[in-house]
């Protein structure tokens, strides 16, 4: 008996190691996030770090002169120093003059950081696209990768929002009020250290109310972020044109309604629930303030009663007890919008850090020539468990035209994406020209194919460069040119044609290809690549008849001199190839002519039969 893919390892191991093996790299703690901050701007951009520097120490100098000219002001006027007017009006104004220079360089460095650090996430986005464009295949075919790289995107698009410029602003902030909180403790503790303690103490109770009623709102903007989604799309419906139609003719108007009227209640309540959860924490807070600044000054106000400090003093202390709450929150707070920041990093880590599948630590070379195909005992499962190829085996000599056919879902994209690499089999050996395909270097066996596909791929780019699928610099115009003519295309040649971009989108006097012309144009595409293998997968697929059957002629004469993979639903496609094998259950079903086929009367014929009856119909009716 044949071994069946799934029986060794268990299926439970086998879904287990695909998971893993396409599942996201590991998560990193706080530090290590901002240690990487830290180190892609000290290597990218130190000049940010130095205005970092300057603006925290100037954000903890500026408010400390603050609290100290009144001081200075009322010990002179109240002639507590022994200086004459002269030296009075040249302290008063050299303390003036260093707080300006403070204001300034923390003003300067500011702006100056906004520029850079907006640089450092724009370098990042740049990491993130490039990753996308060269990360393997399944990550990019999963929703999971798909919604992966999505995430890492937007944290990085969100300017002032994005996480490397929260990360910035938040370290910034958290250094700064740090430095202040123990420079205003060294103040206040030489009034009294049980004052300290004292605001201390209550700063910590404040902090602890604020992060209960944040961790509720953070809990709660979930559902609503989700409630939000189900309206968006509700919303939306109303304004789908297609949607439009059905909606008038059905009568979905009211019912449309009563569910977006729901889907409002649900979401007003949830802000509800939050706005009154932020008024409690917001009335705690205002009261725990009242309580510890009250309390601290009524002991500055007892201290001064009692004439044991002196005017100047009672302002210094008296600004140093306001700030001090302020520098307590502003830790506490954006240590919180740190961690969120840490979090989105993460997606962008992971997303960065996920690794391909290596090159084989021994290549061979690849084939020489037109090479031949065979896949030898295939199987594959996209999840670990169910196998859309059991056992593969089939084989084209070189220079063969060999048609897949199949009804959807049969695997016969699959096997395309297997054969050129896009992903690997569970088990078995795709052998190219004799060469196990697995031995090959990524690039060498990507550049034995010219595949052109079902779904139409049009660059933003010039029409040269959509053929030749590199910049400009690197094309050849005149075989670009030559490639477009033979696949019917010439008339598109001239007139700086080559140079207009093929989208409307990013060009006015772009390209406005019909759906024959792009298949035209994948064609040219694929002749400027002149692989020695050509995958042909469903391409005529969205071609009205006429338009399919000249594509056939093109294909016919493309693939000459070329081992080609022809993969097509509709039958009487396959007659130009030299074989056909039909696939079902993920094996070969049947293999011939497509004549011996039809007289062999198996699934073939009857489908056969099925399209022509179909095709037949559809043609007297028209
Ligand atoms: P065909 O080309 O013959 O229509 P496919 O090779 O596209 O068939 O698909 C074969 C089977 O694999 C189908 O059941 C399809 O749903 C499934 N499949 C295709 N692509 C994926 C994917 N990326 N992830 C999971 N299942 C997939």
Same mark, same amino acid.
């Given at each position: 008996m ?8 268990? /299926? ?11 599942s996201?790299?590991?998560?990193h703690g706080?530090?290590?996030? =901002? ?24 954000g ?7 609290i100290?000219?009144?001081k200075l ?11 004459a007017?002269a030296?009075?009006?040249?302290l008063?104004?050299?303390v003036?003059f260093?707080m300006?220079v403070?204001?300034?360089?923390r003003?300067? %460095?500011?702006r100056?950081?906004y520029?850079?650090y907006?640089?450092?996430?724009q ?8 990753k996308s ?15 992966w ?7 990085l698009?969100?300017?002032d ?6 990360m910035?602003?938040a370290?910034?902030?958290i250094a ?10 060294g103040?206040? %503790?030489?009034?009294n ?8 103490g209550?700063?910590a109770l404040?902090s602890l109310a ?13 559902? #609503?972020?989700?409630?939000e989604?189900?309206?968006?799309y509700?919303?939306? +419906? ?12 059905? $009568?979905?108007?009211g019912?449309?309604?009563?569910l977006r009227?729901r889907l409002?209640?649900?979401?007003s309540?949830v802000?509800?629930d ?16 009242l309580l510890?600044?009250?309390?601290a000054?009524?002991?500055? =106000?007892?201290?001064?009663?009692? $004439?044991? =400090? ?7 202390y ?5 700030g001090?709450?302020g520098?307590?929150?502003g ?11 840490? +979090? ?8 960065? +850090?996920q690794s391909?599948a ?6 061979? /070379? ?11 005992d295939?199987c594959?499962?996209?999840d ?17 035209r060999l048609a ?10 699959t096997i ?15 052998l190219? $020209?004799?060469?196990?395909? #697995?031995?090959?270097?990524? %690039? ?8 052109v596909f079902q ?6 780019f ?5 053929v030749?699928?590199? /910049?400009m ?9 030559n490639?477009?003519?033979? #696949?019917?295309?010439?008339?598109c040649t $001239?007139?700086g044609?080559l140079?207009r971009p093929v ?8 390209w ?8 035209k144009?994948l ?9 020695p ?11 009205d008849p006429?338009a399919?059957?000249?594509?056939? +002629? ?5 693939a ?6 022809? =993969? ?9 190839c ?5 696939i079902?259950?993920?094996r ?16 073939? %014929?009857?489908?056969?039969q ?13």
């Open positions: 044949q071994e069946n893919c799934t029986s060794n390892p268990s /299926p439970k191991e086998r879904r287990k190691a695909k998971r893993a093996s396409q996201r790299a590991g998560t706080i530090w290590d996030n =901002i240690g990487y901050l830290l180190r892609n701007i000290a290597r990218r951009y130190p000049a940010l770090l130095c205005m970092m520097v300057v603006e925290i120490a100037a903890v100098a500026a408010p400390a002169f603050g100290y000219l009144p002001a009322a010990d002179l006027a109240l002639g507590q120093t022994a200086l007017p030296q009075t009006a040249l008063l104004g050299g003036a260093i300006a403070v204001y300034g360089a003003d300067i %460095a500011g100056g950081k520029m850079h907006n640089f450092v996430r370098d990042l986005a740049h990491e993130v696209y490039y464009l060269e990360c393997d295949f399944p990550v990019v075919e999963r929703a999971e990768g798909q919604a790289f999505a995430r890492a995107q937007m944290t698009l969100n300017g929002w994005s996480c490397t410029s929260r910035v602003v370290l910034m902030t700064t009020s740090t430095l202040s909180f123990l420079l205003y403790s103040i206040l %503790a030489t009034l250290p049980l004052i300290v303690v004292l605001l201390l209550l700063s404040n604020l992060r209960y009623a944040r961790r509720y709102s953070l809990a709660r903007r979930e559902e #609503a972020a989700v409630l989604n189900r309206l968006g509700v919303e939306e +419906e109303a304004r789908d044109v297609r949607a439009g139609k059905d909606i008038r003719l059905y $009568g979905m108007a019912w449309f309604t009563a009227e409002m209640d649900d979401y309540q802000r509800r939050i706005a009154a959860r932020d008024f409690r924490a917001a009335l705690v807070d205002a009261l725990l303030l510890r600044d009250g309390a000054y009524a002991y500055l =106000i007892y201290q001064a009663t009692q $004439g044991r =400090i002196g005017a100047g003093d009672f302002v210094l008296a600004g140093a007890i306001a001090f709450g520098f307590i929150s830790i506490v707070g954006q240590f919180g919008l740190l961690q969120d920041a840490s +979090e989105r990093m993460n997606d962008v880590r992971s997303f960065l +850090e391909n290596p090159d084989p630590a021994d290549p061979l /070379p690849p084939p020489q020539g037109m090479p031949s195909i065979e896949f030898r295939v594959f499962s996209y670990g468990e169910h196998n859309v190829l059991d056992h593969l085996s089939f084989s084209l000599v070189p220079g063969e897949l056919v199949g009804v959807n879902g049969a695997g016969k994209t395309v994406k297997l054969l050129c690499g896009l992903y690997a089999p569970d088990s078995g050996t795709i190219l $020209g004799g060469v196990d395909a #697995a031995r090959l270097r990524r %690039a060498d066996r990507f550049a034995l194919f010219s595949p779904d139409v791929a049009l660059f933003p010039s029409l040269a460069e959509n030749s699928l590199r /910049p610099w690197e094309t050849d115009l005149a075989r670009a040119a490639c477009l003519t033979r #696949a019917g295309l010439g008339a $001239g007139d044609g140079a989208s409307r989108e990013i060009s006015d006097d772009g406005n290809f019909s759906g024959g012309e792009q298949q144009l064609l040219a595409r694929a002749l400027y690549k002149d692989a293998i050509m995958v042909l997968d469903e391409p005529t697929s969205a071609l006429i399919e059957s000249q594509t056939y +002629e093109q294909f016919d004469l493309l000459r001199g070329k081992t080609a993979l022809y =993969i097509s639903h509709r039958l009487a496609s396959t007659r130009f030299d074989r056909v094998l039909l079902s259950g993920g070969v079903q049947e293999e011939g002519t497509h004549e011996s086929l039809l007289r062999a009367g198996g699934e073939y %014929a009857h489908m056969f099925v399209q022509s009856q179909y095709y037949q119909k559809g043609a007297e009716e028209a």
